[in-house]
């Protein structure tokens, strides 16, 4: 069964750069047409989607986060990245990787890593 | 980017009782519609897709119909298990986007 799991650094400073990775096990990025997302969630509020990637490297992200945004795809570790340039305090955040579907036919989030928040203070 | 706007924000339920979630789209999305279910502290759990097709493993209690922009979650019999969040989320067009929410208390 699939198994998505987030790490990196739970505390930045603000105008760093966030940055987690997605290891994928029980399963290859590279041999399906999947998308692999990332998706945030601050604490006690909603969800947001903030962009995907294939494992040839084509990337869609959210226009709000795409000035800072940066996707990408390790497929020799079988793993995905999130950088997120300029943090502020607007970025701490529940962030979650997901599989996204093919875009094709498939547009939905499933399965999902656990989550690790991310703290954005000095 | 597309709206999505979920009713009511919050419903008190009871044991066995029906539930009904709305999710409004500010935009035709056709069939490109999910929910997911969140329990704290958990990721969101894919439940609904493609408006009304039950994910493989979730009980038979939930169903989900609509399409164009206008969209419900129907809960039957809640189990105590299901007294928690539910968003909806829609795949027509980039960004995906989801709806604010929707929690399920307990009566």
């Known amino acids: 069964q699939l198994h998505l799991q987030e790490s990196g650094p739970r505390l930045v400073k603000p105008s760093e750069t966030l940055s987690l990775t997605c290891n994928v096990s029980?399963?290859?990025?590279?041999?399906?047409?999947?998308?692999w997302d990332w998706v945030r969630q601050p604490p006690g509020k909603g969800l947001e989607w903030i962009g995907s990637?294939?494992?040839?490297?084509?990337?869609y992200y959210n226009p709000s986060l795409k000035s800072r945004v940066n996707i990408s795809v390790d497929t020799s570790k079988n793993q995905f990245s999130l950088n997120l340039s300029s943090v502020t305090a607007a970025d701490t955040a529940v962030y979650y990787c997901?599989?996204?579907?093919?875009?094709?036919?498939?547009?939905?989030?499933?399965?999902w890593g656990q989550g690790t928040l991310v703290t954005v203070s000095s | 980017d597309i709206q999505m706007t979920q009713s009511p924000s919050s419903v008190s339920a009871s044991i066995g009782d029906r539930v009904t979630i709305t999710c409004r789209a500010s935009q035709d999305v056709g069939n490109w519609l999910a929910w997911y279910q969140q329990k704290p502290g958990k990721a969101p759990k894919l439940l609904i897709f493609g408006a009304s097709n039950l994910q493989s493993g979730v009980p038979s209690r939930f169903s989900g119909s609509g399409s164009g922009t206008d969209f419900t979650l129907t809960i039957s019999n809640l189990q105590p298990e299901d007294f928690t969040t539910y968003y909806c989320q829609q795949a027509n067009s980039f960004p995906w986007t989801f709806g604010q929410g929707t929690k399920v208390e307990i009566k």
């Open positions: 029980a399963g290859s990025i590279s041999s399906s047409p999947y998308y």
């Open positions: 997901a599989r996204g579907g093919d875009i094709v036919v498939i547009r939905w989030f499933d399965p």
């Open positions: 990637i294939d494992y040839r490297g084509t990337t």
